[in-house]
């Protein structure tokens, strides 16, 4: 069992930056497939950025492609989103995840959150972006 949390969230004048976290407990990341989703008012959950296992594949959504990078860093079982140059049309409640069922590709795992028995949600942060 995998609990992750979430934190970094808050509001951001539009060109702004921010660095969401997410920390997980209870089992390592390495062997996990991991993502940020967001979910904005209205909308469907997006996937935004996915990481393979081994930390060697991403894959961006196009909205953020260029603006938002996904890292790890193993030895604190954390997982980062650095996000640049904010508009107001990133604003939404951001979600990490991990899954440990392979997928066909780091790609579906955005495209298709994850459902599975050995999919892990957190909690979600806000982020507003607004002058």
């Known amino acids: 069992q995998v609990q992750l949390v979430e934190s970094g969230g808050g509001l951001v004048q539009p060109g702004g930056s921010l660095r969401l976290s997410c920390a997980a407990t209870?089992?390592?990341?390495?062997?996990?497939?991991i993502g940020w989703f967001r979910q904005a008012p209205g909308k469907e959950r997006e996937g935004i950025a996915c990481m393979s296992p081994n930390g060697v594949v991403t894959y961006y959504a196009e909205s953020v492609k260029g603006r938002f990078t996904i890292s790890r860093d193993d030895d604190k079982n954390t997982v980062y989103l650095q996000m640049g140059s904010l508009q107001p049309e990133d604003t939404a409640v951001y979600y990490c995840a991990a899954e440990f069922q392979p997928r066909a590709s780091i790609e579906a795992v955005c495209q298709n959150p994850p459902k599975s028995a050995s999919a892990y949600w957190g909690q979600g942060t806000q982020v507003t972006v607004s002058s």
């Open positions: 209870g089992d390592t990341l390495p062997g996990y497939q």
